[in-house]
């Protein structure tokens, strides 16, 4: 399984970002695709999780902010990442496993960087 994935960068407090990530390889391992951030001197945390069937699981304080969808024609998933603080401030992974408890696959980190 591959993920790649795009869209980060810099943006001033209070605007917006999309990221995207392509997944490619095994079709079953695609199931359920997600992204993960981490901060710098924290630990990885859940951001959003999407199932094939398009069920949703979102980190509580992220709620009404970020929003997870899923082409799975293009087995792509996308964070739409609105009203941006500084701290979101983190490197962004996307991940991908067969189910809610298989081990993930993991794509390389995209920065996402807001300033105050």
């Known amino acids: 399984v591959q993920l790649q994935a795009c869209g980060g960068g810099l943006v001033q407090a209070g605007g917006s970002l999309r990221l995207s990530c392509a997944g490619s390889?095994?079709?079953?391992?695609?199931?359920?695709m997600g992204w993960y951030r981490r901060a710098p001197g924290k630990q990885r945390e859940l951001v959003a999780e999407?199932?094939?069937?398009?069920?949703?699981n979102y980190a509580d304080s992220l709620k009404g902010r970020f929003t997870i969808s899923r082409d799975n024609a293009k087995d792509t998933v996308y964070l739409q990442m609105n009203s941006l603080q500084p701290e979101d401030t983190a490197a962004y992974y996307c991940?991908?496993?067969?189910?809610?408890?298989?081990?993930?696959?993991w794509g390389q980190g995209t920065l996402v960087t807001v300033s105050s």
């Open positions: 999407i199932s094939r069937g398009g069920s949703t």
């Open positions: 991940s991908a496993r067969r189910n809610y408890i298989s081990q993930s696959f």
């Open positions: 390889g095994s079709v079953l391992a695609l199931n359920v």
